[in-house]
T-cell receptor
Framework: DGGITQSPKYLFRKEGQNVTLSCEQN?????MYWYRQDPGQGLRLIYY???????QKGDIAEGYSVSREKKESFPLTVTSAQKNPTAFYLC???????????????FGSGTRLTVV | AQTVTQSQPEMSVQEAETVTLSCTYD???????LFWYKQPPSRQMILVIR??????QNATENRFSVNFQKAAKSFSLKISDSQLGDTAMYFC???????????FGAGTQVVVTP
């Protein structure tokens, strides 16, 4: 079955460490996204990518980095510069239709990151 | 810039009853897309229903329907015949392009009781 796989499900980070969250999709979607979810704040966009080797900052990109070396993969690195990284992280993907339409995102199951 | 507002942090409904979740948005675009997503306790985000702003007819998906009032910039979700499995956080979202940034509301927690 096609879908988006995020790993790990739970991740613990020590202060000052960089950690990388994995996101892989086999839906042949062009666009991929990373969102951060905090209680009471909905989802906030970190980074997004339309094509391989290209990506754009979202609303809260500081302290995060991404790469898009393959269409299927869009890993997110949470760096030590991110001051409050404890959150739930969601990866999503979408097709880019030829006609003006928007079919919405397909989401992964998320990664819960906790700083210890 | 788009903004999406969900003014109801939590709502409770009994099984088989109907509940309506409110959502208002603000955009200067003429064409845009609106969505409702469901996030159950598993935290998997699931698309419930979508609406294109240029369509007058309200979207429906089984027990889920929307009331889209373009002039008022309102996009409410009605859940009919509520089931225990409907217990979840519901997010309203908007997008102005065929891909790219979504703007999400803060969410409404729906609790269905027996």
């Amino acid at each position: 079955d096609g879908g988006i796989t995020q790993s790990p499900k739970y991740l613990f980070r020590k202060e000052g460490q960089n950690v990388t969250l994995s996101c892989e999709q086999n839906l042949n979607h062009d666009a991929m996204y990373w969102y951060r979810q905090d209680p009471g704040q909905g989802l906030r966009l970190i980074y997004y990518s339309q094509i391989v080797n290209d990506f754009q900052k979202g609303d809260i990109a500081e302290g995060y980095s991404v790469s898009r070396e393959k269409k299927e993969s869009f890993p997110l690195t949470v760096t030590s510069a991110q001051k409050n990284p404890t959150a739930f992280y969601l990866c999503a993907s979408s097709i880019i239709p030829d006609s003006p339409n928007n079919y919405g995102y397909t989401f992964g199951s998320g990664t819960r990151l906790t700083v210890v | 810039a788009q903004t999406v507002t969900q003014s109801q942090p939590e709502m409770s409904v009994q099984e088989a009853e109907t509940v309506t979740l409110s959502c208002t948005y603000d955009t200067s675009e003429n064409n845009y897309y609106l969505f409702w997503y469901k996030q159950p306790p598993s935290r998997q985000m699931i698309l419930v229903i979508r609406q294109e702003a240029y369509k007058q007819q309200n979207a429906t998906e089984n027990r889920f329907s929307v009331n889209f009032q373009k002039a008022a910039k309102s996009f409410s979700l009605k859940i009919s015949d509520s089931q225990l499995g409907d217990t979840a956080m519901y997010f309203c979202a908007s997008a102005t392009d065929s891909w790219g940034k979504f703007q999400f509301g803060a969410g409404t927690q729906v609790v269905v009781t027996p």
